[in-house]
């Protein structure tokens, strides 16, 4: 029995571990790879395989993996977000999605928006694979969305043209340079009275939470742990002329929702 027990408890190490090297070279060991080959010079080089690899985003955007990744907290984060933006009045408004996610976040926000009124949800990602991929999840709604490949930190779309702006789990992956750069843009799109829904990760408020996240981060999203600090979003947000925030914190702080109000004129 004991001999069992030995072998499972091997088996499960190994396929943990196994894992755990998948989502490692598919994430923070391209960044170390690109770098090593001096790779990191085009506009989407902090992209990982896993966002711009076809192949790549089929095999891992299953719903029950990116709960899982998300402490199964996945729904509850999307909720907050779509209840947000049905107290909005989008009537003959536009909505904007600023990069596409994994999971059922992008169906849930447009069909939100489309049936609170909006004319357009418009769906904007500096990868070309995201968009042909997302157009596979919204094809109920192909008369009502457009595709855009455009860069969050440096759109073309136009100022004060769009009433709700949803990013979701983008800022973590931006070296932090680029972060700034991306909140400024999301705001800048916003009409006035418009809303951002900004998801993220946050700083854990019990100990043994907060080192396990530490870790996650050190070993897999480098650029993520800045967010608890020194690029907190709601400290640049809340330093913006005419912008208000609130925070939702999600399972004891480990996640959040950022809702930043654009003030009328």
Request: positive net charge; proline residues 4%.
């Amino acid at each position: 029995m004991f001999v069992w027990f030995t072998y499972g408890v091997l088996a499960v190490f190994a396929v943990l571990a196994s894992t755990a090297l998948f989502f490692f070279s598919i994430t923070r060991g391209a960044l170390i790879m690109r770098t090593a080959f001096g790779r990191v010079q085009h506009e989407a080089a902090h992209v990982y395989p896993i966002y711009s690899n076809m192949r790549l985003i089929r095999l891992v955007d299953f719903q029950p993996i990116i709960a899982a990744i998300l402490l199964f907290q996945y729904s509850r984060l999307v909720s907050i977000i779509t209840q947000g933006l049905h107290q909005m009045d989008l009537r003959g408004k536009q909505v904007l999605i600023t990069s596409c996610a994994f999971g059922n976040v992008m169906p849930c926000v447009v069909k939100t928006a489309v049936t609170s009124g909006a004319k357009k949800v418009l769906v904007a990602d500096i990868i070309q694979n995201e968009l042909n991929h997302a157009m596979t999840k919204l094809g109920a709604y192909a008369d009502k969305t457009t595709y855009m490949q455009d860069n969050a930190t440096a759109m073309k779309q136009a100022s004060g043209t769009v009433s709700a702006n949803v990013m979701f789990f983008l800022l973590h992956e931006l070296p932090h340079h680029l972060k700034v750069e991306a909140l400024n843009e999301a705001i800048r799109v916003l009409a006035p009275g418009g809303k951002l829904f900004l998801a993220e990760f946050h700083r854990p408020r019990p100990c043994v939470l907060r080192i396990l996240s530490w870790m996650y981060f050190k070993v897999f999203e480098p650029y993520g742990l800045a967010l608890w600090n020194t690029h907190d979003p709601v400290l640049q947000l809340d330093a913006m002329p005419g912008i208000t925030c609130e925070r939702h914190q999600v399972f004891f702080g480990n996640f959040q929702v950022i809702v930043a109000s654009k003030a009328t004129d």
